[in-house]
């Protein structure tokens, strides 16, 4: 199987414009074009929908199929060449989603970086569906993840788990150490969803109906809000932490129980082999981690 056929596939795929993919790979239209043509005489099957008048670029049904297989391809080419290389580090793909990365693994990253492994980490920030999506494609060797999917190919183990605590500014705060959600408003709140069981609670005290001036998708959010204008938030007890060092913040617990954070490790069911000596020292260094971070509790 051509290598640059391949290529050219997810490159199409990847930019959903031919043009683009021509620029990417820096090659003419016609040899994209060629180039897809051989591979679909390969394939003995269509891999794109062709229309008069058709805009974009839309995979048919076998073109789906087969992109998972390019990227295993891509990426066993990849781990291959590698291997080749007597002293050569293993190119170790992390994803997780942006507070994960940001405010709780990035002490993990720094020991292992320290500790001058044969590995050279790849860190990615996605969202929960798409982290699945990469390790079932074998795009990537590890997810760390705090909500639990089903999935055929990737095998979902608990880590951790985090004390959920509420955090406004210290200087304009005149909320209590311990606080009861039912006295309490929505007026004043930066919400962002920390799971489905979260949101559940959250929806069991304050209507989803009710007045949130400010929904956000990032910890970063939370911390400017909370910063500059005065507003509380419910966040993970390490991420208030971080916060804490560069901010006067006040942490409050609530008087009623509410749920942890959950964090989970994602794998493939069968990760590359060239891979697995390189996960297994990821392995083992979070372990270690988790056992030493007296903020998470290990399940």
């Given at each position: 199987m051509n290598k640059l056929a391949i290529e050219a596939f997810l490159a199409v795929v990847e930019t959903k414009n031919f043009s683009k993919a021509c620029e990417r790979l820096f090659v003419s239209q016609s040899t994209i074009s060629n180039r897809l043509s051989c591979l679909e005489k390969e394939l003995g099957s269509a891999?794109?929908?062709?229309?008069?008048?058709?805009?974009?670029?839309?995979?048919?049904?076998?073109?789906?199929?087969f992109l998972t297989y390019a990227n295993r391809y891509v990426s066993l080419e990849k781990d291959v060449r590698s291997w080749s290389k007597k002293d050569a580090k293993y190119d170790l793909k992390i994803t997780a989603p942006p507070s994960l990365n940001a405010y709780i693994l990035l002490p993990l990253f720094d020991r292992i970086l320290e500790k001058q492994y044969p590995i050279c980490l790849n860190i990615y920030s996605h969202w929960i569906k798409p982290t699945y999506e990469l390790i079932e494609s074998q795009q990537m060797d590890i997810g760390i993840v705090s909500l639990q999917l089903e999935s055929q190919n990737a095998v979902t183990t608990p880590l951790?788990?985090?004390?959920?605590?509420?955090?406004?500014?210290?200087?304009?705060?005149?909320l209590p150490d311990i606080v009861d959600p039912e006295c309490m408003k929505t007026d004043n709140e930066v919400f962002l969803s920390w799971g489905a069981e979260f949101k559940m609670w959250h929806d069991s005290?304050?209507?989803?109906?009710?007045?949130n001036p400010l929904l956000v998708d990032s910890p970063y959010l939370i911390y400017h809000f909370v910063k500059h204008h005065g507003y509380w938030s419910i966040v993970p007890y390490d991420i208030a932490l971080k916060f804490?060092?560069?901010?006067p913040l006040k942490i409050s617990r609530f008087s009623c129980r509410i749920?942890?954070?959950?964090?989970y490790k994602v794998l493939h069911r069968n990760p590359n082999s060239?891979?697995?000596p390189a996960i297994r020292i990821f392995e083992k260094e979070l372990n270690a981690y988790i056992e030493e971070n007296r903020y998470t509790q290990k399940i």
């Amino acid at each position: 199987m051509n290598k640059l056929a391949i290529e050219a596939f997810l490159a199409v795929v990847e930019t959903k414009n031919f043009s683009k993919a021509c620029e990417r790979l820096f090659v003419s239209q016609s040899t994209i074009s060629n180039r897809l043509s051989c591979l679909e005489k390969e394939l003995g099957s269509a891999l794109f929908k062709r229309a008069k008048g058709m805009k974009g670029v839309e995979l048919t049904p076998k073109g789906k199929e087969f992109l998972t297989y390019a990227n295993r391809y891509v990426s066993l080419e990849k781990d291959v060449r590698s291997w080749s290389k007597k002293d050569a580090k293993y190119d170790l793909k992390i994803t997780a989603p942006p507070s994960l990365n940001a405010y709780i693994l990035l002490p993990l990253f720094d020991r292992i970086l320290e500790k001058q492994y044969p590995i050279c980490l790849n860190i990615y920030s996605h969202w929960i569906k798409p982290t699945y999506e990469l390790i079932e494609s074998q795009q990537m060797d590890i997810g760390i993840v705090s909500l639990q999917l089903e999935s055929q190919n990737a095998v979902t183990t608990p880590l951790f788990r985090e004390e959920m605590v509420l955090i406004s500014g210290q200087m304009s705060s005149d909320l209590p150490d311990i606080v009861d959600p039912e006295c309490m408003k929505t007026d004043n709140e930066v919400f962002l969803s920390w799971g489905a069981e979260f949101k559940m609670w959250h929806d069991s005290h304050w209507s989803p109906a009710g007045v949130n001036p400010l929904l956000v998708d990032s910890p970063y959010l939370i911390y400017h809000f909370v910063k500059h204008h005065g507003y509380w938030s419910i966040v993970p007890y390490d991420i208030a932490l971080k916060f804490k060092e560069n901010m006067p913040l006040k942490i409050s617990r609530f008087s009623c129980r509410i749920p942890y954070r959950t964090i989970y490790k994602v794998l493939h069911r069968n990760p590359n082999s060239a891979g697995i000596p390189a996960i297994r020292i990821f392995e083992k260094e979070l372990n270690a981690y988790i056992e030493e971070n007296r903020y998470t509790q290990k399940i």
